[in-house]
């Protein structure tokens, strides 16, 4: 890698856009970019580095908050046990997440299902599932 990369070259080697990354910086999840004469970003080597462990974190649905705690524990703000309690607490919201995604797709089975036997002789002008989800409260 080239000692100083643009804003988009480092977009391209993270997989990140150019506005994600501007929105990391604004967040204050990555240092503010060094900047040419001209003033446009560059990012070095490490600065691509903690973009691409930013994407990996966020791609596991890691909050912003969570992910400024984990470099500050990870920067020396903390130890690995403040990493550990920090992975533990997003495995809580997966699996939480989880739960609320096995109601889903029952809900979403039993609506086609449902669909099914309404519709087993063929088209019925009145949709069960829209019928089904306009009745229920919340």
């Known amino acids: 890698m080239n000692s100083a990369l643009s804003i988009g070259e480092a977009a391209r080697r993270t997989g990140c856009s150019v506005a994600t990354i501007r929105f990391y910086e604004e967040m204050g999840l990555i240092p503010e970019a060094g900047r040419t004469a001209g003033g446009r970003r560059v990012f070095t080597r490490p600065g691509v580095e ?23 524990a990870m920067s020396g703000a903390g130890n690995c046990l403040d ?35 309404v519709c087993s002789d063929g088209p019925s002008p009145d949709c069960s599932i829209v019928d089904e989800l306009a009745s229920t409260r919340f």
């Open 83 to 117: 990493v550990r309690d920090i992975a533990e607490a997003q495995l809580l919201i997966v699996r939480a997440r989880r739960i609320e995604i096995d109601a889903l797709e029952r809900t979403l089975a039993g609506l086609a299902g449902k669909c099914n036997q």
């Open 50 to 72: 903690r973009l691409r462990l930013i994407r990996r974190l966020r791609s596991m649905e890691f909050s912003i908050e969570a992910i400024k705690e984990l470099l500050a």
